[in-house]
């Protein structure tokens, strides 16, 4: 069983910025992959950003150049940098982890833009 749990999340003035963090409760050597999605109110979850087991990272359209996801293997911990945040990022932002052919969900941590 894998556990995951988000934090770092809060309320933010449009153009700021958060970092969120995912704990996992194993070595995030053994996942295939993490990514972070997000899903704000009314509409599908959606992947926001990816992270292989070799680094290589993928980020949706709408984030490119504004966040990072970035991982300390020393510390299980996956993170995902957000700056220039804007009201449209709104939403619960949720942690998965990628284990064969299982996947895991954290329970989301909250993260409003908003003036």
């Known amino acids: 069983q894998v556990q995951l749990v988000e934090s770092g999340g809060g309320l933010v003035q449009p153009g700021g910025s958060l970092r969120l963090s995912c704990a996992a409760s194993?070595?995030?050597?053994?996942?295939?992959?993490i990514a972070w999605y997000r899903q704000a109110p009314g509409k599908q979850r959606e992947l926001v950003a990816h992270?292989?087991?070799?680094?290589?990272?993928n980020y949706a359209d709408p984030v490119k150049g504004r966040f990072t996801i970035s991982r300390d293997n020393a510390e299980n911990l996956v993170y995902l940098q957000m700056f220039s945040l804007k009201p449209e990022d709104t939403a619960v932002y949720y942690c998965?982890?990628?284990?064969?052919?299982?996947?895991?969900w954290g329970r989301g941590t909250q993260v409003t833009v908003s003036s």
């Open positions: 992270i292989g087991s070799f680094g290589i990272t």
């Open positions: 998965k982890a990628e284990l064969g052919d299982t996947n895991y």
């Open positions: 194993r070595s995030i050597f053994s996942f295939n992959a």
